[in-house]
């Protein structure tokens, strides 16, 4: 098989439909590159490397790759359709309402143009209600507090009087988002890297990439895997970013942990 043929089966097994034709030199280094070298690594399953590819096309205002990867997705079954409507809801969150607004749409579009591919009726989605997390307020800031401090792996969390830490980031964010059930932790810690590694905020990035890192849920090896994916699909400037982030905050956790009397998690 030539190197051709084996990228453009890369394509089409990761994709699930075949490869356009390549007419420009920008289309054949995708394939040569982006599918049949970086998505075979094996320093990420494919389902994460879905769940940092998604939220890099959706920040990217490029609908037809968007549509693309959501498709992928969810006709391999690799993401089911709960996980990705909860990870628009975490895009919204960390990657901009108005964007995730179209994330949505796309979403309902391809999961409608799946089952009517397949010939089957779309399955009536699960009920919101009961909510899983505190309907009590101070329950619930009680509850985004404590995850404050669980997802960032510090020891306080911000003072709850002001509109923009106690409505938004204990009462939505902490104490509810992050403690819904239909994702797991380690998928949300990828959607969040990639998108604060796309915006511009400093902080964000390193208490993001430091928790990810600092609770285990991504090991040194993988967090090197999604900054090599993120540069596929966002960009190689914001890229050589995350990686100095992630080299510092490699270093700041090993000293913590040796402080701590724990082992490096490679």
């Given at each position: 098989?030539?190197?051709?043929?084996?990228?453009e089966a890369?394509?089409t097994?990761?994709?699930?439909f075949?490869p356009p034709e390549v007419?420009s030199?920008a289309?054949?280094?995708?394939?040569?590159?982006?599918?049949?070298?970086?998505?075979?690594?094996?320093?990420?399953s494919r389902r994460?490397?879905h769940?940092?590819?998604l939220?890099?096309?959706a920040?990217?205002?490029?609908?037809?790759?968007l549509r693309d990867?959501?498709?992928?997705?969810?006709?391999?079954?690799?993401?089911?359709?709960?996980?990705?409507?909860e990870?628009?809801?975490?895009?919204?969150?960390?990657?901009g309402w108005?964007k995730?607004s179209r994330f949505n749409?796309?979403?309902?579009?391809?999961?409608?143009?799946?089952?009517g591919e397949?010939?089957v009726?779309v399955?009536?989605?699960?009920p919101?209600?009961?909510l899983t997390t505190p309907?009590?307020?101070?329950?619930?800031l009680?509850?985004?507090?404590?995850?404050?401090k669980?997802?960032?792996?510090l020891?306080f969390a911000?003072a709850?009087d002001?509109?923009f830490?106690?409505?938004g980031?204990?009462?939505?964010?902490?104490?509810e988002?992050?403690?819904?059930?239909?994702l797991?932790?380690?998928?949300?810690?990828l959607?969040t890297?990639?998108c604060?590694?796309f915006q511009?905020?400093?902080?964000?990035i390193?208490?993001?990439?430091?928790a990810a890192?600092k609770?285990r849920?991504?090991?040194f090896?993988?967090?090197?895997?999604l900054?090599l994916h993120?540069a596929?699909y966002?960009g190689w400037?914001?890229a050589?970013h995350?990686?100095?982030?992630a080299?510092?905050?490699?270093?700041r956790?090993?000293?913590?942990w040796?402080a701590?009397?724990?082992g490096?998690?490679?």
């Amino acid at each position: 098989m030539t190197s051709t043929a084996r990228a453009e089966a890369a394509f089409t097994d990761i994709m699930t439909f075949p490869p356009p034709e390549v007419t420009s030199p920008a289309a054949a280094h995708i394939l040569a590159f982006v599918f049949a070298d970086v998505w075979q690594r094996p320093g990420l399953s494919r389902r994460d490397r879905h769940f940092v590819t998604l939220p890099c096309v959706a920040a990217a205002d490029a609908e037809g790759p968007l549509r693309d990867h959501v498709y992928a997705a969810l006709n391999s079954g690799e993401v089911t359709i709960t996980e990705m409507r909860e990870a628009v809801l975490h895009f919204a969150v960390y990657g901009g309402w108005p964007k995730a607004s179209r994330f949505n749409m796309i979403v309902d579009e391809q999961w409608h143009r799946i089952h009517g591919e397949r010939g089957v009726e779309v399955p009536p989605p699960p009920p919101l209600l009961p909510l899983t997390t505190p309907s009590d307020p101070e329950a619930r800031l009680a509850a985004g507090e404590q995850s404050f401090k669980d997802v960032n792996c510090l020891p306080f969390a911000p003072a709850r009087d002001d509109p923009f830490h106690g409505a938004g980031i204990l009462n939505f964010v902490f104490g509810e988002m992050w403690l819904r059930p239909a994702l797991g932790m380690r998928e949300r810690r990828l959607i969040t890297v990639a998108c604060v590694a796309f915006q511009d905020a400093p902080y964000p990035i390193i208490s993001h990439v430091y928790a990810a890192l600092k609770s285990r849920d991504l090991s040194f090896t993988e967090m090197d895997e999604l900054t090599l994916h993120f540069a596929a699909y966002y960009g190689w400037p914001k890229a050589a970013h995350l990686s100095q982030v992630a080299a510092e905050q490699k270093s700041r956790v090993t000293e913590e942990w040796a402080a701590e009397g724990h082992g490096q998690s490679a």
